[in-house]
């Protein structure tokens, strides 16, 4: 350990029954988990007691599984799931630590709804929520909402900046010390510590108060994971906490000063944004045992959900015509997530992969980074990746739920503490104070500049 | 008791910090209650404990009452409310039998979010959970939505319809037991099981399916309280529970029959729609003491908040250059809720109040039959009403909460189940169970036809 008081932030990235393709074919797992409140619950206990930041819960508004039938749709599986923000307003009052943090949509969604249902589930949790703010990356989406297509992926950009306006507008529609009940006066509020947004914009005319006070952290903690030059400058604009993906170092590192960087261009101080990639971590007592694990979840892989998610990681770009002995061909532009198609792309040339040798290497992490070893050997990595200023901490992605999260929680965190690289404790019962975010002030979101990136934007 | 086996239904109408106007103001009110999950959580275990059918909770997407400034808005007071599934997923967790019916508007929403949230409450609750339709009565949420003010009645309904047939057909998309988690054939569901929806419409296009199982209940069920003649017909195709104002035993009847008869004329089964009043107990050991009770509540409104009030039950209609001691003028038609306009008019008209003795009466009941007296009183009022086919059940609005429904439990309830009327114990963990409605079949609300009323929409 160096001279800084940095420790690691972990997120429990908890798709049920497993961030593995196959997992829910896995013995072990609770393949009807998605809707089973008492499994999440469990989850959500072991979670706390390793005293996870958060849970998070990934959510796209439809299936986006691709798929050509029932068939191929029903080998892949593991698609149901709770809406999220039922899922955590129920997790929330049975648990007091672990933040709670829902992916929505800025495509989907109206703002009002948005603001007003993180700032409840905020005073429902007393400060645990987070918003993992999305643009979505699929025109199944979009087919649910009156779409044929969805968006292209600059317009997607334009109204998720304005719809943050809003939403942080409407949260500051109370001073935190406006409601002071008083029965005797007959005054529900201090008048004066009301403010009416009334916004005008291109997308959104949203006029207020919302009918919740100010959130306990001022705002929900918000969450980016865009990867894209659009996606990173509006992380760098808004995001407090920045999930990506990576599997080297390198990329790591490079990714995490870029992003500092550009958080610093906006006026932010880059200690305020804290970047998590993802870690798909196959722990076993030996070496060999965590091989045996890995191996007895890629046996479960059906090709046809092999091809599918190449097909899917590569941005709805057919290669259905390829043969699975031959390299990847070169590929259009997608109006998909353009960053993980290249992303998959360079690791197919660099690795001089055949399209199955690529499946086959994507279906555990989805371009994660997988650690495969002893609870030394995980910590290692994220020890190097920490102390290196490549992540200021992880997303966990367990293989198969719930043993991988009994297998981080009981072997790899201890690992951890005893590094002094984890907390032993929590340091605080919100959110914020867990991640070391300071609560923003009422007002303090309309202070930066909306964009000083590639994009411009109304204004 | 007559030879029916008939028994009570009830809800328990639980707006915090209570029904009457001045409620927040009471010395034992929770003022702050609103955004206090312990204070529903003890609410909601009372009313279990009074075997109430449901729990309902009433909403807005905005701030509902009309005020002209700040300082108004502040005498008004009791408009903070966690979004209603933010709350109801936390309760869901914390109850076993008590429905949990939450309001949502088919104007402001898109189907495909109100399909998917409903349907995960009620796997959350394990079917428990039931929707208040609205389309909405105010300009001020239509100012939360992109728009200066809300469309017009007949639109809102049409959309509505539309909004109907989505979400049913959401539901639909898999058979009740597609999901069969097979993990050796590494078949998730049954192909068969599966129903792609489709919709093509004049206000909707959704794809489908949803990315939730079938709900438990196969739907949640459906309650709506529309009075105007769109409303109506619309309560007699969709609604389940018909929530309804009455003032006199001669109205609920009327009322009740016509409903009765509409769903008839759609081929429904009348039996299969429980038409609940609404009732607002002021219940005392004694009449006087009731009385009193009353009289605290009504000392404690704001002479701005009952004109206010007024103005808002005649739908937005300006009455601020009226003189508070003449009569009400004619009235100009309102794009708000007629039915109400109408009923507050005859009111006045009928018992030749001014438009001070107006609004004193409307403060507690606002338009719901109140009901002043020992819990003999109460019961009494009900048992007629019930007997002479004028309700099914009643919504109960406690003037004050907790207090309120602490009486209503532990003094009106007994008498009630003295009498026979109603249950001692729940009959079913299902809110339909209780209900005693069918559980709908897939497809089931696919068989009627869309609109026999006075309204014809397309198709
Ligand atoms: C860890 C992680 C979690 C993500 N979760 C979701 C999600 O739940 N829903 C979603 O629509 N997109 C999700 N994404 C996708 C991102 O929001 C983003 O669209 C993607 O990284 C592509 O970047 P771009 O939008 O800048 O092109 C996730 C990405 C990462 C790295
Ligand atoms: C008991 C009861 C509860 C109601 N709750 C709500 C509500 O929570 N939100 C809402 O917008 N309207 C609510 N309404 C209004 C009705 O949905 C409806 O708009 C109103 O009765 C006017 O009828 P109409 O729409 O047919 O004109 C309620 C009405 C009643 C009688």
């Known amino acids: 350990m160096g001279v800084t008081r940095r420790t690691l932030r972990l997120g429990a990235f908890l798709l049920t029954p497993g961030y593995h393709v196959a997992s829910w074919r896995h013995p072990t797992a609770r393949a009807d988990g998605g809707l089973d409140f008492a499994h999440y619950r469990e989850l959500l206990h072991t979670a706390e007691r390793g005293r996870f930041d958060m ?27 709770f809406d999220p923000l039922t899922l955590l307003s129920a997790l929330a009052v049975h648990t007091t630590h672990i933040g709670l943090a829902a992916t929505a ?46 968006p292209d992926h600059t317009a997607r950009y334009q109204r998720a900046r304005e719809f943050m306006e809003v939403v942080t507008g409407l949260w500051d529609s109370w001073d935190d010390d406006a409601f002071g009940y008083d029965k005797e006066a007959g005054r529900y509020f201090e008048p004066d510590g009301m403010h009416v947004l009334d916004h005008k914009g291109e997308h959104f005319s949203v006029r207020g108060p919302l009918n919740v006070a100010r959130p306990p952290q001022g705002y929900p903690v918000l969450i980016q994971a865009g990867a894209s030059a659009d996606g990173q400058d509006f992380a ?15 990329e790591a590192r490079t990714f995490y000063r870029g992003m500092k960087r550009q958080a610093a261009a906006y006026g932010r101080d880059p200690g305020q944004m804290k970047v998590m990639p993802g870690l798909f971590p196959v722990v076993g007592r030996t070496r060999a045992e965590a091989e045996d694990k890995y191996a007895v979840l890629q046996e479960l892989v059906d090709p046809v959900v092999g091809l599918g998610l190449l097909t899917q990681l590569l941005g709805d770009v057919d290669i259905s015509g390829c043969p ?34 690529l499946y086959r290497s994507l279906t555990g992490g989805r371009g994660h980074r997988i650690v495969i070893g002893t609870p030394e050997d995980v910590a290692d990595l994220m020890e190097e990746w920490f102390t290196d200023e490549a992540a200021d901490g992880f997303n966990v992605m367990p293989p198969v739920l719930p043993q991988g999260l009994d297998d981080f929680v009981d072997l790899v965190v201890p690992e951890l503490q005893r590094r002094g690289l984890f907390r032993t404790e929590y340091e605080s019962t919100t959110l914020r104070g867990n991640l070391g975010l300071d609560r923003p002030a009422r007002g303090a979101a309309a202070e930066l500049p909306l964009s000083t990136g590639p994009v411009q934007v109304q204004e």
Do not use: C
């Not at 407090?240 to 080297?248: K, L």
């Open 55 to 81: 849970f998070f819960v990934a959510d796209g508004v439809g299936i986006r599984t691709p798929y050509r039938d029932a068939d191929e749709l029903s080998r892949w599986g593991r698609f149901l799931q």
């Open 105 to 150: 949509s800025t495509t989907y969604n109206e703002p009002f709804h948005i603001a007003r249902k993180f700032a409840s589930i905020d005073h429902l949790s007393a400060g645990r929520a987070a918003w993992n703010i999305v643009t979505s990356v699929t025109d199944a989406e979009a087919r649910n909402f009156n779409r044929d297509s969805q």
């Open 236 to 250: 760098a604009r808004w995001a407090e906490v920045v999930f990506t993906a990576a599997q080297t170092l390198d």
């Open 324 to 357: 699975l002995d031959g390299p990847l061909p070169e590929l259009p532009p997608t109006q998909g997530s353009t960053s993980r198609q290249q992303l998959v792309y360079d690791k197919a040339r660099r690795e001089g992969l055949t399209i199955k040798e």
